[in-house]
């Protein structure tokens, strides 16, 4: 399979850059698989992660979650997993996606963080890119047969060995296995591979290392004032690197604190959970911040608990921004990270005017940001803009990688020479270093924090014998920000309906957030003076339409 080797598995920081970031204490060759241990250590008996498993209860400390790390190590090892070989993790918020991961980290495997809602084509993508010999999920998830999803898709790609279902038979026995001990793997090496939002077709998938991604969990715990009394909420799928470690269930477990999973993100089960257990900070994307923010009015639930609420994922709109902290009685906190590492926040101790109006300042002294022309997809590092003045944004840093995995070719387009990360953001950098995010380059629709390809989608549209070009915009939507709109022109004397396009790439099995909201069927496409589909133009048609209707 060509898709195998189109790469290195990671890109390291130079040697002499690398060297910085160890002496400056922001690397401390620390793994997560120790990092538990030492947390077991410090707080035992105390609560670590809240949650349901399988209908029923359940609240594990941090010496139980240690234990059952320990043992699914000892588990996995036996099936076969080594060290280094790659693991499909596809779970919703269940305490047992924790245990998973730390006991692959034990080990020295890497999860792949897929999201609940991947289905077949994109599992089948990550699992031949990744070579992965297992998957480990569910059985069934929000009316999804999870387990039949991932044996169909073990059945196609040759290097998937298990199929592993968390509250299965099997999966109860492995979780028993005898307790042994592992070689701690490389600090510096891969710990895992994240996803990006996917802004040139599929997703690519992203190495992160120990030592990069426990500094910004760590430095995320401190800024967002996390101390061992505090109970995180995690509303979103912890798989995602939001909720994952900005500051999430890891920079939770990081300042010994208690996670609290929540089945769904809805206002009746977040506010229940708020209730009940008293939780002190949650992480939603815009839309839900909206919905959350709109139910409170009508509550009966006591949120007093809740001390902040960060918001990010895709821009907050300076009108929600100001009702957060009325609606729910608490502080705002705006947070503008990637997957890829760069991760913002506006400061507990920043002045109304910076939290309301801006996504926030880098975590770290070392991250390195740069504004550059906006029209050159090929700016250089050198290329700024004026101070204050509107450009894409070029990060490096001691937690942004220099390439994605196996991904030689897109590599070439989306770092700088000098190693700097093309992130497809248009910002404005204020004096104080605050950066407000005030729209996007890169060809990806952010629909409510869910971010769809536009490529993918019009690749799949494509497929349909009726359809011979596609073009995906997005339309501005009041409620997710934004939605997608599908510009197809159909082969000559075919009129294929919208219903049945529509239909056509739900049924080629990916998620349904990518299911175009719009299609619009039309002869031809505009095009730029070069001869390519203008994307701004179909916006601009959109919005006449829009204007009309
Ligand atoms: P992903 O590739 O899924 O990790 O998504 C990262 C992208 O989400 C960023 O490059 C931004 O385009 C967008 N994003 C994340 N947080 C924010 C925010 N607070 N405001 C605006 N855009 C955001
Ligand atoms: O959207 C994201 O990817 C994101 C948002 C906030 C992220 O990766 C993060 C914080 O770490």
Avoid at 280 to 296: E, G, M
Avoid at 352 to 379: F, H, K, M
Wanted: hydrophobic residues 40%.
């Amino acid at each position: 399979m060509s898709v195998r080797s189109e790469g290195p598995d990671h890109i390291a920081w130079p040697p002499e850059v690398a060297a910085h970031y160890r002496a400056a204490g922001y690397w401390r060759g620390q793994t997560f698989g120790a990092l538990l241990t030492t947390l077991a250590d410090a707080y035992g008996t105390r609560p670590a992660v809240v949650g349901q498993s399988a209908d029923h209860p359940v609240r594990w400390s941090y010496a139980e979650l240690d234990e059952r790390a320990h043992r699914l190590a000892a588990g996995f090892a036996g099936l076969g997993i080594r060290a280094g070989e790659r693991v499909l993790v596809q779970l919703p918020n269940v305490p047992e996606f924790v245990s998973v991961i730390f006991a692959l980290w034990r080990l020295g495997a890497w999860p792949v963080f897929t999201l609940p809602a991947h289905r077949h084509t994109e599992l089948r993508y990550f699992a031949e890119k990744a070579e992965a010999s297992a998957i480990v999920t569910v059985a069934e998830h929000e009316r999804h047969d999870h387990a039949a999803t991932a044996r169909a898709v073990a059945a196609e790609v040759d290097s998937l060995r298990e199929v592993l279902v968390v509250g299965s038979p099997e999966f109860t026995e492995l979780s028993a296995a005898e307790p042994r001990e592992f070689p701690d793997p490389d600090p510096e090496g891969v710990a895992f591979l994240q996803l990006s939002g996917g802004s040139t077709g599929l997703s690519k998938l992203i190495p992160r290392t120990h030592d990069d991604y426990l500094y910004s969990v760590r430095e995320s715990a401190r800024i967002c004032a996390l101390r061992p009394e505090s109970v995180y909420l995690a509303a979103l799928p912890v798989a995602h690197n939001f909720p994952l470690s900005s500051p999430g269930v890891l920079g939770t477990l990081h300042a010994g604190a208690t996670a609290v999973l929540a089945p769904r993100p809805d206002p009746d089960m977040a506010f229940r959970l708020i209730e009940s257990e008293r939780v002190t900070i949650s992480a939603v994307v815009p839309p839900l911040a909206a919905a959350w923010v709109q139910a409170a009015a009508r509550t009966d639930r006591d949120l007093s608990s809740l001390d902040v609420l960060l918001v990010g994922g895709a821009k907050c709109a300076r009108e929600l921004a100001e009702r957060i902290g009325p609606a729910l009685g608490c502080r705002l906190q705006q947070v503008f990270g990637m997957a890829e590492g760069l991760v913002c926040y506006t400061r507990l101790d920043d002045p109304d005017e910076l939290v309301l109006g801006t996504q926030g300042r880098p975590i770290s002294p070392d991250d390195e940001i740069r504004v550059v022309d906006p029209d050159d997809p090929n700016a250089t590092s050198d290329d700024e803009v004026p101070p204050g003045e509107v450009g894409a944004l070029l990060t490096r840093g001691p937690y942004t990688i220099r390439g994605y995995y196996r991904a030689a070719e897109h590599n070439a387009t989306a770092f700088t020479a000098d190693g700097f990360y093309r992130t497809g953001d248009l910002v404005r950098r204020l004096p104080s270093g605050h950066l407000e995010v005030v729209g996007r380059a890169k060809e990806q629709i952010n629909r409510g924090g869910e971010k769809v390809s536009a490529e993918e989608v019009e690749n799949h549209l494509m497929a349909h014998p009726e359809v011979l070009d596609a073009a995906v915009v997005s339309v501005p939507d009041e409620y997710l920000g934004e939605r997608t709109c599908a510009y197809v022109v159909p082969v000559d004397g075919a009129r294929p309906s919208e219903a049945e396009l529509r239909r056509f790439v739900r049924d080629r099995g990916i998620a349904a957030f990518k299911v175009p909201d719009l299609v619009v069927v039309v002869d031809k496409f505009p095009v730029t003076g070069v001869g390519k589909t203008s994307k701004r133009e179909l916006r601009a048609a959109l919005a006449a339409r829009a204007g009309n209707g």
